[in-house]
């Protein structure tokens, strides 16, 4: 039989058994570098955010400054008229901060139809002996993901400030404890800007680092990666962890990278770090299938690979 009918025949026998076979599922988490008003205004900007964040099913933008509530809404319009296959929906933090001089809002776009939000919380670090450990308190969601294999799991976002990086980025581990106890759920990613890198985290202390010394923590952003936009730095920053051996199997390998925006959409220096001077981290997670399970599938594919 030719590889042509082989394939048909496949196709013909995932009809009869009613699989839905589903696409790959991205994250992305991209510090747009104090987006608000004015960033929102710059229709070249705009365009290339809108493209970045359009190549995700879930994206966390961090370092959100929208003090007049309208930046992020005119994103998910412009979002929605772009993609006229897919449609757009946000959830956002509150604006987080020390000093009311200078705060920030997590928001995390989705895709109506691949994400489903199913319970959203504003972390609280008032920890015993250390009552302030975190400039902006994670605002962590739990997602339902029919396009995926592990279907439910946690997102955890940190932009830490750089001068406390090792200090918030060690107190995740608490944050981790205490969406464990809450959701009952080890399935859990850590997302953004955790300026992990040149000078801020300083070697002799990521021993000291509980998400990084407990080896049940993957790190998938490594030291060696670059995700600054500029040619002067060589920095990694931004960083993606997932928790746990059953969230490690659901990621593509590989797929964790800096998205280099500027090469890809053929973007001078000074244009790109217009948009921002970070470029978004992403990783995929594994394509799962709808109405069919495992053996089902299995024997499918064998059925396929004997006729070829």
């Given amino acids: 039989m030719s590889s042509s009918s082989s394939l048909l025949l496949l196709l013909f026998l995932l009809s009869l058994s009613g699989v839905k076979l589903i696409s790959g599922f991205k994250i992305c988490a991209f510090n747009v570098q104090s987006f608000g008003d004015s960033k929102s205004r710059n229709t070249e900007v705009m365009h290339t955010l809108i493209r970045i964040v359009s190549r995700c099913d879930v994206c966390l933008l961090q370092e959100v400054r929208d003090t007049k509530q309208k930046a992020i809404p005119l994103l998910i319009t412009e979002l929605n008229r772009y993609d006229s296959q ?6 956002a933090s509150e604006r987080l901060g020390r000093t009311p001089s200078y705060q920030e809002q997590y928001v995390f776009v989705f895709r109506i139809g691949s994400v489903t939000v199913t319970d959203q919380y ?18 962590i969601i739990r997602l339902h993901t029919p396009k995926t294999a592990i279907r439910n799991f946690v997102l955890v976002p940190q932009h830490t400030t750089p001068t406390n990086a090792t200090k918030e980025i060690d107190a995740l581990y608490d944050v981790f404890l205490d969406v464990k106890k809450k959701w009952k759920t080890e399935m859990v990613m850590f997302l953004g800007d955790f300026n992990a890198d040149c000078g801020y985290v300083a070697k002799k202390n990521w021993q000291h680092v509980r998400l990084y ?6 790190w998938l952003i490594g030291h060696t990666e670059d995700t600054t936009v500029r040619q002067t730095t060589t920095c990694a920053y931004d960083r993606i962890v997932v928790h746990g051996e059953a969230f490690e199997k659901a990621i593509v390998p590989q797929s964790a990278q800096p998205f280099n925006f500027a090469k890809e959409y053929g973007l001078t220096e000074e244009q790109a770090l217009d948009v921002s001077d970070h470029y978004p981290v992403e990783v995929e997670l ?3 299938s709808e109405h069919l399970g495992g053996h089902t599938l299995l024997i499918l594919l064998m059925a396929f690979f004997i006729s070829t």
Avoid at 213 to 218: K, R
């Fill in 286 to 288: 594994k394509a799962g």
């Fill in 213 to 218: 010394s407990n080896q049940a923590f993957l």
């Fill in 86 to 91: 897919n449609q757009y929906d946000y959830v």
């Fill in 122 to 139: 504003q972390y609280s670090d008032m920890l015993p002996g250390d009552e302030d450990a975190f400039s902006r308190e994670p605002f």
